[in-house]
């Protein structure tokens, strides 16, 4: 199924990404345990010498040249060069009868390392990751020992860094898999694949397959659909399909399409909540009009002999769902709105007077804030010439009194599926066909 909302990841937001990923993994490097090394070796004219290396204390871990490159159709490659270590510890060694100890000094240079991640995401509609593969070298290793027999040690010294040399690389792809799996997996988890936005309505950003690497960008498909917390229906629509527009500029882009926006006025309208009661006390001041039958009386004579002079009460409801389109200028919508006039009887009872059923031209504007899509609607002229001056009246009554309450929603704005701890700036948003 096409996705209704997309979210992708450009190769300069990886490398944003990458930047606060490289220092966690270096973290986690640097905190590395080494097991003791012991082993005996035969020297020429000296014998059988029998070592022990232990308290193994890594300094440091420093990874200063990195990139995450994307891999089409597979996933992202890490890969690191240049990268050093700095150790110490203790030895102690044992010729004949002769036993010593002292400390000793190691450091490792020119460690390439090279990572493979795979994503995924699981039955829950969540982004996994995984290491496919990993792989370290390194190409020098110095160690020096001090102490009495530390001249000893120097004539095996390369066996020693062998040693040491296996040891490391097999350890640091161990790390890099911990890392990916306690640190990566986690914090990927923290995207929320349903949001829920008031007491009526969530949205279901779950993935609708995995995340897919082209050359230029990461592709996140996401369901994009609102549903009604009381009763979870099927939509009946389908997705449209999505054309990305080829910007990779920014960091990350979402884009969201028609589909998106029209499952929320079926959402809404499923819970019930595209309904509206109009009152003379609801009306503005300033608009010197009142919802009595007096007023109304000029546009259905009868009104005012059969309900003289009563206060009156508008409930305003869609039929059906407006549907919406998504133009370069922004979003359009002509939803139907039937009009049921009522007459306030003395003992407060509702007397049916007439309805209406009116179409009107909306539009809407879109903007991001605060991590949220905020809206803002507005209301075009009701047509129809046959009854003019009364759709002037509904539209007055429209604007002045359900679009605020409308806009005034629409500001609070629908969360945007972001992980833990990310914040936008600079956002820009624009409309295609």
Not at 135 to 158: A, D, E, M, P, Q
Not at 224 to 243: C, D, M, N, T, Y
Not at 266 to 293: C, N, Q, W
Not at 321 to 342: M, R, T
Request: aromatic share 10%.
């Amino acid at each position: 199924t096409h996705p209704g909302f997309v979210a992708r990841i450009t190769q300069a937001g990886l490398d944003y990404a990458h930047q606060q990923g490289i220092a966690i993994l270096e973290e986690e490097l640097a905190q590395l345990k080494l097991p003791d090394i012991s082993g005996d070796f035969r020297i020429r004219h000296v014998g059988k010498v029998h070592y022990e290396i232990s308290r193994l204390d890594l300094r440091s871990f420093q990874l200063p040249y990195s990139r995450i490159s994307l891999v089409p159709n597979v996933g992202l490659q890490v890969s690191i060069s240049n990268a050093f270590a700095e150790l110490d510890g203790n030895w102690r060694v044992k010729i004949h009868f002769i036993r010593d100890h002292g400390s000793f000094d190691l450091k490792v240079e020119n460690i390439y390392i090279k990572i493979s991640l795979k994503l995924g995401n699981d039955a829950s509609g969540k982004p996994t990751i995984d290491t496919s593969d990993c792989s370290t070298r390194i190409s020098k290793v110095r160690v020096h020992f001090s102490g009495k027999f530390g001249w000893l040690y120097n004539l095996f010294h390369s066996a020693i860094e062998s040693r040491f040399r296996k040891t490391l690389e097999s350890k640091v792809c161990m790390n890099v898999v911990s890392s990916v799996h306690s640190e990566l997996q986690p914090y990927l988890q923290t995207l929320p694949v349903t949001a829920n936005i008031d007491a009526m309505a969530g949205i279901d950003y779950s993935l609708v397959a995995p995340p897919t690497a082209t050359a230029n960008a990461l592709d996140v498909d996401l369901k994009g659909e609102f549903f009604s917390l009381s009763h979870r229906s099927a939509v009946p629509f389908s997705p449209v399909a999505l054309a990305f527009p080829p910007d990779h500029d920014r960091m990350v882009y979402f884009a969201a399409s028609s589909y998106f926006f029209n499952t929320a006025g079926f959402a809404y309208h499923a819970a019930g909540a595209l309904v509206f009661e109009i009152t003379d006390s609801m009306i503005p001041k300033d608009l010197e009009f009142h919802l009595r039958t007096s007023t109304f009386s000029a546009f259905v004579p009868q009104l005012e002999k059969m309900y003289p002079d009563m206060p009156m009460k508008l409930r305003l409801s869609a039929p059906s769902a407006p549907f919406l389109n998504i133009g370069p200028g922004g979003l359009s919508l002509k939803p139907v709105v039937d009009v049921q006039a009522y007459a306030i009887l003395p003992n407060s009872t509702l007397a049916p007077l007439f309805l209406l059923s009116l179409v009107s031209n909306v539009s809407a504007v879109i903007d991001i804030k605060s991590s949220h899509i905020v809206g803002n609607l507005n209301v075009g002229r009701y047509g129809g010439r046959a009854v003019r001056t009364l759709q002037s009246v509904m539209n007055i009554l429209a604007s002045s009194i359900l679009l605020p309450r409308l806009n005034a929603r629409l500001d609070q704005g629908f969360p945007l599926p972001l992980l833990d701890r990310i914040q936008l700036s600079n956002t820009l948003v624009r409309f295609h066909q």
